[in-house]
């Protein structure tokens, strides 16, 4: 009987000893950043279940990461090189192994300066190519190994101000639900619509569903609704959302609502933008204003209303994720070299600072 108690301690023990350390277990991200100062490439950090940060260290060294996405089966995490090397940029893919990011192989990217990349299930890649004014298209194996550039697809026009001269092209997506990319491009000032001939790997432009921003918007980013019905367009130099919705096989703009507070009259630039998966709130960064804007979402017909705004105790804060189970906001500052957890309230979308870390020139932040 002795001995039966003091087995029953001993697993009680070990049990609430385990319980305790999953409490407390820590959530890793990784930070893109550029590399023109002291930053060296990919950064690995991490999250508590209570907010704090702590770095991890340098996870890859590569020339200005400056935007990641991982496969759908996070096997394998890729990463732009924001460079111009005779015209183009680069794509690299790492295994994600043992926590640790082993390079796979690098690809161009088919045009100057990439910013962004996306993946899908099937592991085709596209990124957009910012100085080149082009959407590239590749595909990477299921051990992640990418083939060389497929297809490389050229903008052409341009807007009415000084940032849009030429095609800028500065994001493209994957719609979450059928067959079709949708390319945003800062210099047209358009939204381009494709769909991916899987026989050719070509990306096939829909010329009647281009769509056209309000003149000087200078589209960014886009976020989908979670009902799949409704993006969110974000455009960077009329600081504004832009909602946008699909009926009989075309696009429009249906309401556009500024990101910055009443009276705000300093430059600042729109950077990123992400919705929660309730669909209820909608957050994007302001670049000048230094602030996270924070949106109710009209659940009926998608309208926002601006609530708020969490100043971000940095300065240019570019790229913001939400940690996967929602309860933290990060946001990359990258001009003060620092990363910030906010505590996100569920029920009314507000925001609370609760940690900071040093981080050099972050601008992209991947759970």
Excluded at 144 to 163: C, D, M, N
Excluded at 248 to 276: C, E, M, R, V, W
Excluded at 342 to 349: A, C, D, E, I, T
Aim: glycine residues 6%; aromatic residues 10%.
């Amino acid at each position: 009987m002795k001995y039966f108690s003091t087995l029953v301690f001993i697993l009680l023990f070990l049990g609430c000893k385990n319980s305790s350390v999953k409490s407390i277990k820590e959530t890793n991200f990784y930070v893109g950043t550029y590399t023109q100062k002291e930053s060296k490439g990919i950064y690995k950090y991490s999250i508590s279940k209570d907010g704090k940060l702590k770095n991890i260290g340098l996870a890859a060294t590569i020339i200005n990461p400056s935007f990641l996405a991982k496969s759908k089966d996070q096997k394998n995490l890729f990463a732009i090189s924001e460079v111009n090397e005779n015209e183009t940029g680069y794509i690299y893919s790492y295994e994600i192994k043992n926590d640790s990011l082993q390079m796979v192989n690098k690809q161009e990217s088919g045009g100057a300066h990439p910013c962004f990349i996306a993946v899908n299930k099937d592991n085709y890649i596209i990124t957009a190519n910012y100085t080149g004014g082009n959407i590239g298209l590749l595909k990477a194996t299921k051990t992640g190994e990418i083939a060389p550039i497929s297809f490389v697809q050229q903008h052409i026009g341009k807007g009415s101000t000084e940032r849009q001269t030429a095609p800028h092209a500065h994001s493209t997506w994957f719609h979450p639900t059928k067959n079709e990319v949708i390319s945003i491009d800062l210099g047209t000032n358009e939204l381009w619509f494709s769909t991916i001939d899987k026989t050719k790997n070509e990306l096939i432009y829909t010329t009647q569903k281009k769509l056209k921003m309000k003149d000087g918007a200078g589209p960014r980013h886009l976020t989908f609704h979670p009902n799949n019905k409704w993006m969110y367009i974000l455009n960077e130099l009329n600081n504004t959302v832009s909602l946008v919705k699909e009926k009989n096989n075309a696009y429009f703009i249906t309401a556009s609502i500024t990101t910055l507070p009443a009276g705000f009259s300093t430059d600042s630039k729109a950077a990123d933008i992400h919705i929660s998966k309730d669909g209820k709130f909608l957050y994007t960064s302001n670049r000048g204003a230094d602030s996270i804007a924070i949106f109710k979402v009209n659940t009926t017909n998608g309208t926002l209303t601006g609530i708020g705004y969490a100043p971000v105790l940095g300065a240019n804060p570019r790229n913001f994720s939400l940690s996967p189970d929602e309860e933290f906001l990060l946001v990359a500052n990258q001009d003060t070299n620092n990363i910030i957890s906010f505590k996100r309230n569920p029920s009314s979308g507000a925001l609370t600072f609760v940690d900071e870390i040093f981080a050099p020139t972050p601008v992209c932040i991947l759970f």
